[in-house]
Every structure is written in structure tokens, then in C-alpha cells.
């Protein structure tokens, strides 16, 4: 993956902003998961996030490729 990509991407989710969503996120999930919900939507938004905090691992990794 492109340097730059990898490099914006852990400036998005090292910020304070993405901590805020992150954290709006998962309290919306902690409210669907009492209702009657699909839990394979619940699943879903979990993969999302799980996913997206992975970009921290990523840019690290490609920093000892280097």
C-alpha cells in the first residue's frame, strides 16, 4: 500500500476526532445489542471498527519494512 495512504490513515485514527466517533460507535452498538437487531449487523459495525484500528498496526508495520 502507498506510504502516504498508510501514513494519513494513522493520522485519522490517532486522532482525537476518531476517538470521539469510535467511542459514539460503541455505545450505539451496546444500544442495538438490547433491542432486536440482526446480530449479524451488530457483527458488522464491530468488523468496521476492528478494521479501521488496524491502520495503527499497519502504518507500525510498514514503519519496520522500511
Request: aromatic letters at 10%; a positive charge.
Amino acid at each position: 500500500m502507498n506510504k502516504d495512504i498508510i501514513a494519513k490513515k494513522y493520522d485519522l485514527i490517532t486522532s482525537e476526532d476518531y476517538s470521539m466517533i469510535k467511542s459514539f460507535q460503541l455505545e450505539n452498538i451496546v444500544k442495538l445489542a438490547n433491542s432486536d437487531i440482526n446480530p449479524l449487523i451488530l457483527q458488522g459495525m464491530l468488523k468496521l471498527i476492528a478494521d479501521t484500528d488496524k491502520w495503527k498496526s499497519d502504518f507500525f508495520n510498514e514503519r519496520k519494512r522500511s
